[in-house]
T-cell receptor, first 114, second 112 residues
Framework: NAGVMQNPRHLVRRRGQEARLRCSPM?????VYWYRQLPEEGLKFMVY????????ESGMPKERFSAEFPKEGPSILRIQQVVRGDSAAYFC????????????FGQGTRLTVV | QKEVEQDPGPLSVPEGAIVSLNCTYS??????FMWYRQYSRKGPELLMY????GNKEDGRFTAQVDKSSKYISLFIRDSQPSDSATYLC????????????FGKGTKLSVKP
């Protein structure tokens, strides 16, 4: 049973470009969460999705950031017009339906904006 | 006041020592508490979770919650160099939210 798969592992973007981060949850998991980890900071919640639904996006910056979890395919976190401050590790976690206490994380995507 | 506070360390101990890692939280409504281990440049790995007050043991690891003082602890017995990592405490946000609220993590180094 493969774990949570994130790709790419490393992503370099120039300021103003778009970044797309992908996350495939564990088999049988229908809940996906995105977190951001800045250097020397803890993990900060961004968004919580179920298939075709955004459940909670209270941690998402109001502009430039969006997320989706389509019926088919991985969840996507999209950052438009990236700025240097977006450089961070972005982690995706998934959990089975009804068991929010068992969230398993992927290895993360390290975004560097140059 | 942050919702979950954790001393970032670093904490350095000799192999075989008992390690105590601690967090405090601010909201008495929090019910579920987790401990994650994160190796450098890797994703967090769930070690264990507890509900409400009490202890939970898993091998060399014991998680403890004291709701009266809003204090959560992780004890590692017979620590090994392979335990060297950052340990993150977390709590589950309430209501319809499914997200975790994390402390900043404590960096632990176990010296052979």
């Amino acid at each position: 049973n493969a774990g949570v798969m994130q790709n790419p592992r490393h992503l370099v973007r120039r300021r103003g470009q778009e970044a797309r981060l992908r996350c495939s949850p564990m088999k049988g998991h229908s809940h996906v969460y995105w977190y951001r980890q800045l250097p020397e900071e803890g993990l900060k919640f961004m968004v919580y999705l179920q298939k075709e639904n955004i459940i909670d996006e209270s941690g998402m910056p109001k502009e430039r950031f969006s997320a989706e979890f389509p019926k088919e395919g991985p969840s996507i976190l999209r950052i438009q017009q990236v700025v240097r401050g977006d450089s961070a590790a972005y982690f995706c976690a998934s959990s089975p339906p009804g068991i929010r206490t068992e969230a398993f994380f992927g290895q993360g995507t390290r975004l560097t904006v140059v | 006041q942050k919702e979950v506070e954790q001393d970032p360390g670093p904490l350095s101990v000799p192999e075989g020592a008992i390690v105590s890692l601690n967090c405090t939280y601010s909201n008495s409504a929090f019910q579920y508490f987790m401990w994650y281990r994160q190796y450098s440049r890797k994703g967090p790995e769930l070690l264990m979770y507890t509900y409400s007050s009490g202890n939970k043991e898993d091998g060399r690891f014991t998680a403890q919650v004291d709701k009266s003082s809003k204090y959560i602890s992780l004890f590692i017995r017979d620590s090994q160099p392979s335990d060297s990592a950052t340990y993150l405490c977390a709590t589950l946000a309430g209501g319809s939210q499914g997200n975790l609220i994390f402390g900043k993590g404590t960096k632990l180094s176990v010296k052979p």
